[in-house]
Structure formats: C-alpha cells, structure tokens
C-alpha cells in the first residue's frame, strides 16, 4: 500500500515521501496515529506543498542562524568579577553569567547552546563557541576583568 510519510519514521521513511508498507501497517499504525497519508492524486499535491513550505522554512532558518553567527563572532562581553588575595576570582563564570550578558546585548539564544566546557575561574580573554543548528557555530569573546 502507497502512504505519504508527514513524520520521520525510523526504518520506514522521511516526511513527504511516498512508500510502499504492508497495508495492515498503514491502517493500524501510520493513519491512525497521524503519521501518514493514503497516496491519493489530492494527497500527493498538499504532501509536495508541505514538502516545499518545510524546505523554504529550513533555508530560511538556516540563513537566519548563519546571520546570528556571524554577529555573535563579531561580539565581545566583558564580566566584572571581584577578586581576592594574588588576583584569585570569588566563584566563578557559569553558562548562566554568560547567557545573561548575551540578553543584555540583545541576543535571544538558548542557554543550553552556550558551550563552556567547565565554569571560568581565572581572569583573562575566553572564546566561547555557541552552538545554534549542527552545523552553524558562533565564537563569543569574553573578557573576565576584576571589577
């Protein structure tokens, strides 16, 4: 039986692909469950519509990521931490501090995008990698200065 795939389905298929599964399959599983389409003349237009709005709205998002990257790049933060004794931070420097400074600038990002490998505790000049698709990444400066 012919169905149009409206989700990814592992084993099976993508969303907007026309396959071949046993019938029984089709009417117990994908139909029911909204996961898929009998392949009818009508059903295969709105699944190419479909199709051609999810590519136009991924370039779109895409293009949009790689526009924010290339500002995040060109950003620098400054942190004021207070310091103690031989220049030694009192705590230190989390996702959380450098998410809030993004927002000050301007930038709605997901703080689980910001990458730090472990938490800042030295003054210095940092690059921090924010991760915003798979494959598009953007560098932030930072500059942990005693305040």
Same mark, same amino acid.
């Given at each position: 039986? /012919?169905?149009?795939? !409206?989700? +990814?389905?592992?084993?099976?298929?993508?969303?907007? /692909?026309?396959?071949?599964?046993?019938?029984?399959?089709?009417?117990? @599983? !994908?139909?029911?469950?909204? $996961?898929?389409?009998?392949? %009818? @003349?009508?059903? $295969? &237009?709105? &699944?190419?519509?479909?199709?051609?709005?999810?590519?136009?709205?991924?370039? #779109?998002?895409?293009?949009?990521?790689?526009?924010?990257? %290339?500002?995040? %790049? *060109?950003?620098?933060?400054?942190?004021?931490?207070?310091?103690?004794?031989?220049?030694?931070?009192?705590? %230190? =420097?989390?996702?959380? /501090?450098?998410?809030?400074? !993004?927002?000050?600038?301007?930038?709605?990002? /997901? #703080?689980?995008?910001?990458?730090?490998?472990?938490?800042? *505790?030295?003054?210095?000049?940092?690059? =921090?990698?924010?991760? !915003?698709?798979? +494959?598009?990444?953007? +560098?932030?400066? =930072?500059?942990?200065?005693?305040?």
């Amino acid at each position: 039986m /012919d169905i149009i795939l !409206l989700q +990814d389905i592992e084993n099976v298929g993508q969303a907007g /692909d026309v396959v071949n599964v046993k019938p029984g399959f089709a009417r117990n @599983k !994908l139909i029911p469950d909204g $996961l898929a389409l009998r392949a %009818s @003349k009508r059903n $295969l &237009a709105v &699944a190419e519509e479909r199709k051609r709005v999810n590519e136009n709205k991924k370039a #779109r998002e895409i293009s949009t990521n790689q526009l924010l990257a %290339s500002k995040l %790049s *060109k950003t620098e933060i400054t942190i004021e931490v207070k310091v103690g004794e031989e220049e030694k931070m009192f705590g %230190s =420097i989390t996702t959380k /501090d450098i998410h809030e400074a !993004l927002i000050e600038k301007g930038f709605k990002i /997901d #703080r689980h995008a910001i990458k730090l490998q472990e938490p800042i *505790k030295a003054l210095g000049i940092y690059h =921090i990698t924010v991760n !915003l698709a798979p +494959d598009i990444n953007g +560098d932030v400066k =930072i500059y942990v200065i005693k305040g």
